[in-house]
């Protein structure tokens, strides 16, 4: 099975929110970062929201594109990552992915190996 499972897309009106989660169903890898990305037609994936939970070392990294509209966080068993997302607009319609690496958080796309299937997220009135 794949060992991330995202979930919370939908059709979402122009200045709404929606929460996508993002779960690590079998994921080995010490200390996993969780980045979400997303993709449109004809366009690499974007690099939006990471955390990571090491010991004595909690992170988070936000895109500029992102930064004040979308929220990353990770329940209290680390078992699922949360974006959620306010005031979306039409251009942030895309599929939206969570990846994992070991143990750095990067809004690179290059660098992760281990890919949910994605969930459609779409803005429009």
């Known amino acids: 099975q794949l060992p991330l499972v995202e979930s919370g897309g939908g059709v979402v009106q122009p200045g709404g929110s929606r929460r996508l989660s993002c779960t690590a169903v079998?994921?080995?890898?010490?200390?996993?970062?969780i980045t979400w990305f997303r993709q449109v037609p004809g366009r690499d994936r974007e690099g939006l929201a990471c955390?990571?939970?090491?010991?004595?070392?909690?992170?988070?990294l936000y895109a500029d594109s992102v930064k004040g509209r979308f929220i990353i966080s990770r329940d209290t068993g680390n078992n699922t990552v949360y974006l959620q997302m306010n005031s979306l607009e039409p251009e942030d319609t895309a599929v939206y992915y969570c990846?994992?690496?070991?143990?750095?958080?990067?809004?690179?796309?290059?660098?992760?190996?281990?890919w949910g299937q994605g969930t459609q997220v779409t803005v429009s009135s």
């Open positions: 079998a994921v080995t890898m010490d200390y996993p970062a």
């Open positions: 990846a994992a690496r070991s143990r750095f958080c990067s809004l690179q796309s290059r660098l992760f190996t281990s």
């Open positions: 955390i990571v939970s090491r010991p004595g070392d909690d992170t988070t």
